[in-house]
């Protein structure tokens, strides 16, 4: 069963706080796991990200940790700002080898910084 | 550098009609791929157009079909729409059929009455 869990389904952060997203796969095949940030209106946008031979990649206040063992890879957002206000998803797909390459995303988790 | 373009941005259209949604690929990009998003919703895939043929598709049924251009534009098509066809239509390009480089468009809001 391709399919991706995301939690929380809602956070409310303090700005200059920490912001934590959780996603959790099922399907071992799965080699590519990015994350979407998404505004109102807006389609996805590429935030970062990860392949399973790393456990963490960070970009500026943006990390992602990975673990593959337990199947769980997360979205750390330091310093959350009002602007990063916005929904995010997980997703996962192959990037090698046969079959599917498609998107599998999380439910999202809807991201509001107050100041 | 233009994006991806998908056009209508909104679109009423009422139950038992067909609709059809238009995206254009980033420049540079050859493959298009087409995600529902319900409200609430993650994206879900629907199908994926490269060398003008449909290489992957998701649990969709028949009513959604597409095409692909030669200059790599794609249509969305929906036949005999249903109330629970309402949703935001996005497009999605990259180069190869890889999610890697996915570019979105900021999508078409279909609503079905």
């Known amino acids: 069963q391709q399919q991706v869990k995301q939690s929380p389904q809602s956070l409310i952060v303090q700005k200059g706080g920490i912001s934590i997203i959780n996603c959790a796969y099922e399907?071992?095949?799965?080699?590519?796991f990015p994350w979407y940030q998404q505004f109102p209106g807006k389609g996805p946008a590429l935030l970062i990200a990860?392949?399973?031979?790393?456990s963490e990649k960070k970009e500026g206040r943006f990390t992602i940790s990975f673990n593959k063992s337990a199947k769980q890879f997360s979205l750390h957002i330091m310093d959350s700002q009002p602007g990063d206000s916005a929904t995010y998803f997980c997703?996962?797909?192959?990037?090698?080898?046969?079959?599917?390459?498609?998107?599998?995303f999380g439910k999202g988790t809807k991201l509001s910084v107050i100041p | 550098d233009a994006g991806v373009t998908q056009s209508p941005t909104h679109l009423i259209k009422t139950r038992g009609q067909q609709v059809t949604l238009r995206c254009s690929p980033k420049?540079?990009?050859?493959?298009v791929s087409w995600y529902q998003q319900a409200l609430g919703q993650g994206p879900q895939f629907i199908f994926q157009?490269?060398?003008?043929?449909?290489?992957q598709r998701g649990n969709f049924p028949d009513r959604f079909s597409g095409h692909q251009f030669p200059n790599y534009s794609s249509e969305l098509n929906v036949n005999a729409l249903l109330l629970g066809d309402s949703a935001l239509y996005l497009c999605?390009?990259?180069?190869?059929?890889?999610?890697?480089?996915?570019?979105f468009g900021s999508g078409t809001r279909l609503t079905v009455v």
């Open positions: 999605a390009s990259s180069l190869g059929d890889r999610a890697f480089g996915y570019t």
């Open positions: 399907n071992t095949a799965f080699d590519y």
């Open positions: 990860i392949r399973p031979d790393v």
């Open positions: 997703a996962a797909s192959r990037d090698s080898g046969a079959g599917s390459y498609q998107l599998t």
């Open positions: 420049s540079g990009h050859d493959t």
């Open positions: 157009y490269y060398e003008e043929e449909e290489r």
